[in-house]
């Protein structure tokens, strides 16, 4: 049997794949498909935020942005309080998007899942969620110690 990191790690890849040539008939990619949820679930939230929610760090959050501002995703504007900070916000494309995108995922959960009972799916769901918890732990320490130091992420 397959070590446990390769088997998560090939499945990314076989997920990133999927959600590819799915998401191509809507104008994204397999891994815009989480700015557009995020985006979509907390209109307004800062670029800052979103990097620390989703475990991406700032640099490659502006340009995933950019993208999608660019292609008429998401709009950016500036926080009134703090001209610094940059609001993220879904446009009607984006918006109209998403149900799809949350469709694609679900389609390639079940995929993933045929066959499973379903205790099976609860019992992977409540494993995947322990080990997710952890790994997110390491992530979160790691980012606020590079904070703290003063350094961008690697």
């Not at 557009?36 to 939230?45: K, L, M, Q, W």
């Not at 959960?109 to 969620?129: I, K, S, V």
């Not at 952890?134 to 992420?153: D, I, V």
Request: proline share 4%; net charge positive; hydrophobic share 30%.
């Amino acid at each position: 049997m397959e070590s446990f990191m390769r088997c998560i790690s090939r499945t990314a890849r076989c997920s990133q794949l999927y959600r590819s040539e799915r998401l191509e008939k809507v104008g994204l990619s397999g891994g815009q498909y989480v700015y557009i949820s995020c985006a979509c679930r907390s209109p307004g939230i800062s670029q800052e935020q979103m990097s620390r929610q989703i475990l991406i760090n700032k640099s490659n959050v502006a340009r995933q942005l950019a993208a999608l501002e660019q292609n008429g995703f998401i709009r950016r504007e500036p926080d009134p309080k703090d001209r610094r900070v940059l609001r993220v916000y879904p446009t009607e494309k984006a918006q109209e998007a998403y149900p799809y995108v949350q469709e694609v995922l679900t389609d390639w959960r079940r995929y993933l899942t045929e066959g499973f009972t379903d205790e099976e799916r609860e019992t992977l769901d409540a494993l995947m969620e322990r080990v997710l918890a952890r790994a997110t732990a390491y992530a979160e320490n790691r980012l606020a110690k590079e904070r703290k130091e003063g350094g961008e992420p690697k």
